[in-house]
């Protein structure tokens, strides 16, 4: 069975860094795109960014309102992804989801339960 | 980037009634490769999202046969065939056809009238 455990979440201040990670369980984790994805406090969902697989080379891609901000890593060892994050605006505050591919085809869309980032002076 | 517009905003339903979801893009989802990445999830309150459908409508694994998916190139419908207590939340698209970025509607919150 698939798992996704986040973790990392907690309380920084704008301009601050924060790395969150995503522990998986169930699959393993070089076979697989995986997603990144946020949540404002009582909003819609926006996609953070992506890193394919080990046979496209891991290459990743982010959301513009990330990009420049945000790096998404992995260590196919420990079968867990990372999401570093650096000058954190306010507007960043989210639940920050770890997600296997979830657009793609019969693997895919396994979520995580999410960790809250709250980024406040 | 690819706009994916959902409607209705809040749709109140019946218990045992149908209900149906709109999703339109802005472009046509359908990829180089001839399929349509086209999903739909669900959101219960307090929960994180479920997959329910993906590449149009191929039911994700668990997902009860009451929701089914349609639709193709621009126009993407979620229905429920007989709405349960448990269907409540709120209820999204997205489209992989095209990215980056991928691109969420912004969601369809159902109720129980």
């Known amino acids: 069975e698939v798992h996704l455990v986040e973790s990392g979440g907690g309380l920084v201040q704008p301009g601050g860094s924060l790395r969150l990670s995503c522990a998986a369980s169930?699959?393993?984790?070089?076979?697989?795109?995986m997603d990144w994805v946020r949540q404002a406090p009582g909003k819609g969902l926006e996609w953070v960014g992506r890193?394919?697989?080990?046979?496209?080379?891991?290459?990743?891609e982010y959301a513009a309102s990330v990009k420049g901000r945000f790096t998404i890593s992995r260590d196919d060892s420990e079968n867990s992804l990372y999401l570093q994050m650096n000058s954190l605006k306010t507007e960043d505050t989210a639940v920050y989801f770890c997600?296997?591919?979830?657009?793609?085809?019969?693997?895919?869309?396994?979520w995580g339960q999410g960790t809250l980032v709250t980024v406040s002076s | 980037d690819v706009v994916m517009t959902q409607s209705p905003l809040s749709l109140p339903v019946t218990l045992g009634q149908p209900a149906s979801i709109s999703c339109r893009s802005s472009?046509?989802?359908?990829?180089?490769?001839?399929?349509?990445?086209l999903s739909w999830f669900q959101q219960r309150p307090g929960q994180s999202p479920r997959r329910l459908i993906y590449?149009?409508?191929n039911r994700d694994s668990g997902v009860p046969d009451r929701f089914s998916g349609s639709g193709s190139g621009t126009d993407f419908t979620l229905k429920i065939s007989r709405v349960e207590a448990e269907d409540v939340g709120v209820y999204y698209c997205?489209?992989?056809?095209?990215?980056?970025?991928?691109?969420f509607g912004g969601g369809t919150k159902v109720e129980i009238k």
């Open positions: 997205l489209q992989g056809s095209h990215w980056p970025p991928l691109t």
């Open positions: 890193t394919k697989n080990k046979a496209n080379s891991y290459t990743t």
């Open positions: 472009q046509s989802l359908v990829h180089s490769n001839g399929n349509t990445y």
């Open positions: 590449q149009v409508s």
């Open positions: 997600a296997g591919d979830i657009s793609g085809g019969s693997w895919g869309g396994y």
């Open positions: 169930g699959f393993t984790l070089s076979d697989r795109y």
